[in-house]
């Protein structure tokens, strides 16, 4: 069974650009959650999308933004793009929502704002 | 609040010794998870063990075990005789069964010396 495939694994931007970001879930998963990495504030929960549907939002500003496919594929955009957004974003999947759910986790697009 | 945390920044240990990551937690919920993964240098979060609050059975798999203790709100994870391909950074997580996201500690880098 294929994990969790994140595309692309690294990226750099420029301030002001915006990007996007994809995610592959496992072949099933219906849902999708995105994680910042950065050493400061260390792993925080942007979004969830479980059949297309965001149902949780972390406390990121608007820029950060989300989709998620019939597929169950999920992109997260980020506008605006600052020096401060620089950082590894996760993505990870389940089979199901809900607290407590076993999340996996892709390898991370590390982005990287100049 | 929730609120997870691993109070040791890092440990480094000779291969062989057994070594234990402690993790402290906060919630209001009589009903949560609680998780350990491990994250190697390629950067995807690794799942190790999920447990849930009416569960305090100590678990052991292989050279590692966890020790629940709801009296002292720890989660504590022990690695014995440490081998090199330990060294990562290790996270404590929770998630409160109404709500999706987890919440990470700040992790812990392990280095496991040869």
């Known amino acids: 069974k294929a994990g969790v495939t994140q595309t692309p694994r690294y990226l750099i931007k420029t301030r002001g650009q915006q990007v996007t970001l994809s995610c592959s879930p496992i072949s099933g998963h219906r849902s999708v959650s995105w994680y910042q990495q950065t050493p400061g504030q260390g792993l925080q929960f942007l979004f969830e999308y479980f059949s297309e549907t965001q149902r949780n939002k972390g406390n990121f500003p608007g820029r950060f933004s989300g989709r998620q496919f019939s597929n169950s594929r999920s992109e997260m955009n980020v506008s605006t793009l600052e020096l401060g957004d620089s950082a590894l974003y996760l993505c990870?999947?389940?089979?199901?929502?809900?607290?407590?759910?076993?999340?996996?986790f892709g390898q991370g697009t590390r982005l990287t704002v100049v | 609040a929730q609120k997870v945390t691993q109070a040791q920044t890092e440990i480094s240990v000779v291969e062989k010794e057994d070594v234990t990551l402690d993790c402290v937690y906060e919630t209001r919920d009589t009903t949560y998870y609680l998780f350990w993964y491990k994250q190697p240098p390629s950067g995807e979060l690794v799942f190790l063990i999920r447990?849930?609050?009416?569960?305090?059975q100590n678990e052991i798999s292989g050279r590692y075990s966890w020790n629940f203790q709801k009296s002292t709100s720890s989660f504590n994870f022990t690695i014995t005789a440490s081998q090199v391909v330990d060294s990562a950074v290790y996270f404590c997580?929770?998630?409160?069964?109404?709500?999706?996201?987890?919440?990470f500690g700040k992790g812990t880098r392990l280095h496991i010396l040869p």
């Open positions: 990870a999947s389940s089979h199901r929502t809900g607290g407590g759910t076993e999340a996996f």
């Open positions: 447990r849930n609050s009416f569960d305090e």
């Open positions: 997580a929770l998630s409160e069964v109404r709500d999706d996201k987890i919440i």
